[in-house]
């Protein structure tokens, strides 16, 4: 069936931070929003929790209040090789620490008292754009918008669908990521972030509300492969290899029984625009690691994609003017900071590789920081 409710002006399909805060900003705006999520809120999702703090008077501002939540915040990095050598580092701009669970949680009720439209459970099956209008089909009702911006995260049906360059290609270094995450209690300091690295992979641990810790890993595929398809036995024969994992692992009290775990986690550049929809978050290729994190990039994508979509609504731009101009502006903003992400991750999870790189580090601190610095972003 049609929806009765009319034409949206604005539709987004997935709602992590990247499209709640879009919908917020457009409902906020006056503009008739309508959100699709798959996922029930409160829910947890694979991610390393952690924020920059470029994107802290951003979530203020939209009337998240931050600082009420005595949340850790964090300026510290450590990171070691796979022998558990260890080296430290200041984070310039420093993040705080949150699950997801949590903020997105909030942030579905600031959307739903802005009057976003916030259909959960409800998954897109397929979105078409004609006569100037998309079509978005989802199992139980068809709806219809003006605008369409996709933030369904890092590999969906609609991908698939669309037969987009990441799907099709061979299985390489940068496109065939396993993600492991557990919720865990464990002595870590509040201000430290560390990425622990091992072989194939790395694992970073932070701090998050409710005096627990965020214990999340990257491996590539292979490492789940040889040890017969079990993250158990991965844990033991290779993550543990590192005795600061091993430590972790032996000594932390784990939240739940089993980790939550995604596969094919795909690095490659991504498309910015398919058929007319704009992509931010994951869907446009912001899961690099090493980059601040993908959860602050996802939320300045979305306030790039609201400024640009508020333009066409003024009929100040075209919507092939918005396309483009989105898409100059997001490469502005982020391709040197992937670039950067990109190459530091293949320094990781190497032997001599990674020992080498941590050391040049370590002894060239204005190398160092240059280095965190060109992978965070500025406020926005």
């Given at each position: 069936m049609i929806d009765n409710a009319g034409i949206y002006d604005v539709a987004i399909i997935g709602g992590g931070v990247g499209g709640l805060t879009l919908a917020i900003q457009c409902a906020g705006a006056g503009y008739k929003t309508i959100l699709f999520e798959k996922e029930a809120y409160p829910y947890h999702k694979v991610c390393g929790e952690y924020i920059s703090m470029e994107s802290f008077s951003f979530l203020q501002q939209l009337g998240l209040n931050l600082s009420a939540l005595n949340l850790p915040v964090i300026?510290?990095?450590?990171?070691?090789?796979?022998?558990?050598?260890?080296?430290?580092?200041?984070?310039?701009?420093?993040?705080?620490?949150?699950?997801?669970?949590?903020?997105?949680?909030?942030?579905?009720?600031?959307?739903?008292?802005?009057?976003?439209?916030?259909?959960?459970?409800?998954?897109?099956?397929?979105?078409?754009?004609?006569?100037?209008?998309?079509?978005?089909?989802?199992?139980?009702?068809?709806?219809?918008?003006?605008?369409?911006?996709?933030?369904?995260?890092?590999?969906?049906?609609?991908?698939?669908?669309?037969?987009?360059?990441?799907?099709?290609?061979?299985?390489?270094?940068?496109?065939?990521?396993?993600?492991?995450?557990?919720?865990?209690?464990?002595?870590?300091?509040?201000?430290?972030?560390?990425?622990?690295?091992?072989?194939?992979?790395?694992?970073g641990i932070s701090n998050i509300e409710d005096g627990q810790c965020c214990l999340c890993y990257l491996t590539r595929a292979e490492n789940l492969r040889d040890n017969e398809n079990s993250i158990g036995k991965m844990e033991q024969n290779v993550l543990r290899k590192n005795p600061l994992l091993k430590e972790i692992f032996d000594k932390a009290s784990f939240m739940y029984a089993q980790p939550l775990s995604i596969s094919q986690v795909n690095f490659s550049p991504k498309t910015l625009v398919e058929n007319h929809i704009l992509l931010i978050g994951d869907a446009a290729g912001l899961i690099t690691p090493l980059c601040g994190n993908g959860m602050s990039m996802a939320m300045h994508a979305g306030k790039l994609a609201f400024e640009n979509i508020d333009m066409f609504f003024r009929k100040n731009i075209s919507r092939q003017q918005m396309e483009t101009s989105y898409q100059s502006q997001w490469k502005q903003q982020f391709s040197k900071r992937l670039f950067i992400g990109r190459t530091v991750q293949k320094l990781f999870g190497n032997n001599g590789i990674t020992t080498g790189f941590l050391r040049i580090m370590s002894k060239l601190p204005w190398l160092a920081k240059k280095l965190i610095s060109s992978t965070h972003g500025k406020p926005f």
């Open positions: 300026n510290r990095l450590q990171l070691s090789d796979i022998h558990g050598n260890l080296y430290q580092f200041q984070l310039p701009l420093g993040g705080f620490g949150i699950s997801r669970y949590n903020i997105d949680h909030k942030l579905a009720q600031m959307a739903a008292e802005k009057g976003v439209t916030l259909l959960q459970s409800t998954k897109v099956t397929n979105i078409s754009f004609e006569h100037d209008c998309f079509r978005i089909e989802t199992s139980g009702a068809t709806y219809r918008a003006k605008t369409a911006v996709g933030a369904f995260g890092k590999r969906s049906n609609l991908d698939i669908g669309w037969k987009r360059n990441f799907i099709t290609q061979k299985p390489d270094k940068l496109n065939n990521w396993v993600g492991v995450k557990y919720h865990i209690r464990f002595p870590f300091p509040h201000a430290n972030i560390a990425l622990h690295n091992f072989k194939n992979g790395y694992c």
